[in-house]
Nanobody, 121 residues
Framework: QVQLVESGGGLVQPGGSLKLSCAASGLSFSINVMGWHRQAPGKERELVTA???????NYADSVKGRFTISRDNAKNTVYLQMNSLKPEDMAVYYC???????????????WGRGTQVTVSS
């Protein structure tokens, strides 16, 4: 099965920046869409941004112009550059990926365990 591991979360002051990374691993697979979701305390998990294997992207209105998603297909890794962070961006950020798992001959949809982003002065 395909596993995702996030890194790069932490504490940052309002207006600051953070870069998250998420690496996928498994026996043999191809990834279609990779994305980032977030969940703040007491709120539902929401889609922040996603990117296809071809590089098409979409963003939640709340992060447009501040966050940038990118991916390195050779490394099966997706990144989230977060600039001008606001207190309302504080949440656990989860990586998500879907595609085809050749080892198990089936589609997959995997989630990482999440990384905490805290925005506070």
């Amino acid at each position: 099965q395909v596993q995702l591991v996030e890194s790069g979360g932490g504490l940052v002051q309002p207006g600051g920046s953070l870069k998250l990374s998420c690496a996928a691993s498994g026996l043999s697979f191809s990834i279609n869409v990779m994305g980032w979701h977030r969940q703040a305390p007491g709120k539902e998990r929401e889609l922040v941004t996603a990117i296809t294997s071809g590089g098409s992207t979409n963003y939640a209105d709340s992060v447009k112009g501040r966050f940038t998603i990118s991916r390195d297909n050779a490394k099966n890794t997706v990144y989230l550059q977060m600039n001008s962070l606001k207190p309302e961006d504080m949440a656990v950020y989860y990586c998500n990926a879907d595609g085809w798992d050749y080892a198990y001959r089936r589609p997959f949809n995997s989630w990482g365990r999440g990384t905490q982003v805290t925005v506070s002065s």
